[in-house]
């Protein structure tokens, strides 16, 4: 299991995931779940991913052989795509065919294996867009509406992005948003865990401008943690 996030903002993009990876209680490992692309000034992808290790990284390895390609052209490679939109579907085109592979062979051995991407991100002359793609290669868009993207899960960490974030939320409070949403997941399923990878996209930045990762010890992250639970056991115990 896993929990990716991303926030769609009139100041930009901020996406966040997990690393935890479990085929269960005593088979746990770390594996990145966000994967970026850039050619700064000209465009800036992310992709984050959840569900099946092998179908995602199979999809993710396909679109780097494409994006590789010396014959490479604006309908086969996410670098050279015409816009967001081509970008999105040539990723659902991918998540859908290895899907479909890999069902064949899971079926053999009744079991199942599905799994889903968030793509994000703007190229030049076009505005910034946030997707979320299914297995079956159909996506839907975050919209002014319903600014933010979720995959993995999700339950936990949804009522505060519900509570705090519109469109016009300001980075710094987006990066608290997403970071306090991932502390309330971490808190109720074990199956999400640290260490965690953020990025920040400035609107019309056209590259990536904050990566970091945080690890279990980040001290910063404990605080942040920290206050908010003291917070709502204070906010409780007002409550008449």
């Given at each position: 299991?896993?929990?990716?996030?991303?926030?769609?903002?009139?100041?930009?993009?901020?996406?966040?995931?997990?690393?935890?990876?479990?085929?269960?209680?005593?088979?746990?490992?770390?594996?990145?779940?966000?994967?970026?692309?850039?050619?700064?000034?000209?465009?800036?992808?992310?992709?984050?991913?959840?569900?099946?290790?092998?179908?995602?990284?199979?999809t993710l390895a396909r679109l780097t052989e494409e994006i590789a390609d010396p014959d490479a052209?604006?309908?086969?490679?996410?670098?050279?795509?015409?816009?967001?939109?081509?970008?999105?579907?040539?990723?659902?085109?991918?998540?859908?065919?290895?899907?479909?592979?890999?069902?064949?062979?899971?079926?053999?051995?009744?079991?199942?294996?599905?799994?889903?991407?968030?793509?994000?991100?703007?190229?030049?002359?076009?505005?910034?867009?946030?997707?979320?793609?299914?297995?079956?290669?159909?996506?839907?868009?975050?919209?002014?509406?319903?600014?933010?993207?979720?995959?993995?899960?999700?339950?936990?960490?949804?009522?505060?992005?519900?509570?705090?974030?519109?469109?016009?939320?300001?980075?710094?409070?987006?990066?608290?948003?997403?970071?306090?949403?991932?502390?309330?997941?971490?808190?109720?399923?074990?199956?999400?865990?640290?260490?965690?990878?953020?990025?920040?996209?400035?609107?019309?930045?056209?590259?990536?401008?904050?990566?970091?990762?945080?690890?279990?010890?980040?001290?910063?992250?404990?605080?942040?943690?920290?206050?908010?639970?003291?917070?709502?056991?204070?906010?409780?115990?007002?409550?008449?």
């Amino acid at each position: 299991m896993t929990y990716c996030v991303g926030l769609l903002l009139n100041a930009g993009l901020v996406l966040l995931s997990d690393t935890r990876t479990n085929a269960g209680l005593d088979n746990i490992s770390t594996y990145r779940k966000m994967f970026t692309f850039e050619e700064p000034g000209e465009r800036v992808i992310i992709m984050m991913t959840a569900g099946n290790l092998s179908v995602t990284q199979t999809t993710l390895a396909r679109l780097t052989e494409e994006i590789a390609d010396p014959d490479a052209t604006h309908e086969t490679s996410i670098m050279k795509a015409d816009n967001m939109l081509d970008v999105a579907t040539m990723v659902g085109e991918m998540l859908s065919r290895v899907t479909a592979e890999t069902k064949v062979r899971m079926d053999r051995m009744n079991q199942s294996a599905s799994a889903s991407m968030i793509v994000a991100g703007q190229r030049k002359g076009g505005r910034m867009r946030l997707f979320l793609i299914y297995p079956e290669g159909n996506f839907i868009e975050a919209t002014e509406d319903t600014p933010y993207l979720q995959i993995g899960e999700h339950k936990y960490g949804k009522p505060i992005l519900d509570r705090v974030i519109s469109a016009d939320t300001p980075l710094v409070d987006a990066r608290k948003a997403v970071l306090l949403s991932m502390d309330s997941t971490l808190r109720s399923n074990l199956s999400v865990g640290m260490p965690l990878d953020m990025a920040v996209i400035e609107t019309d930045a056209l590259r990536i401008t904050e990566h970091r990762r945080i690890e279990a010890n980040d001290e910063e992250f404990a605080a942040m943690s920290a206050a908010w639970s003291q917070a709502l056991r204070d906010a409780f115990i007002q409550i008449r």
